[in-house]
């Protein structure tokens, strides 16, 4: 079982950066696939990013924009967001274990982070 604490959300107006990080602690050899997803209010939670040994990929929408990274040494995924738009505003959320794997894949997950862009 792995616990799962992400952290570094806000307010921020369009245009400006955030970096969310996902501390994680307990079966952390699973920290080797790594996902980052959100939940828009009234939206389904969505994978955004994800990432296999050194294999990143990025839902279209984020592409250019946000990059995933992680630091096995201190059991810690990056989710580094530039360029904010409003349209990314919602919790954020990680989870380990399965490569680019749907939301519902998984059946337990931390408290998330808000981010929220202003226009």
């Known amino acids: 079982q792995v616990h799962l604490v992400e952290s570094g959300g806000g307010l921020v107006q369009a245009g400006g950066s955030l970096r969310l990080s996902c501390a994680a602690s307990?079966?952390?050899?699973?920290?080797?696939?790594i996902g980052w997803y959100r939940q828009a209010p009234g939206q389904q939670r969505e994978l955004v990013a994800a990432?296999?040994?050194?294999?990143?990929m990025y839902v279209d929408s984020v592409k250019g924009r946000f990059t995933i990274s992680r630091d096995s040494a201190k059991n810690t995924a990056y989710l580094q967001m530039n360029s904010l738009k409003p349209e990314d505003t919602a919790v954020y959320y990680c989870?380990?274990?399965?490569?680019?794997?749907?939301?519902?894949?998984?059946?337990?997950w931390g408290q998330g982070t808000q981010v929220t862009v202003s226009s």
């Open positions: 990432i296999s040994g050194s294999m990143p």
């Open positions: 307990g079966s952390t050899f699973r920290m080797n696939v």
């Open positions: 989870n380990v274990g399965c490569y680019g794997c749907p939301a519902n894949s998984f059946r337990s």
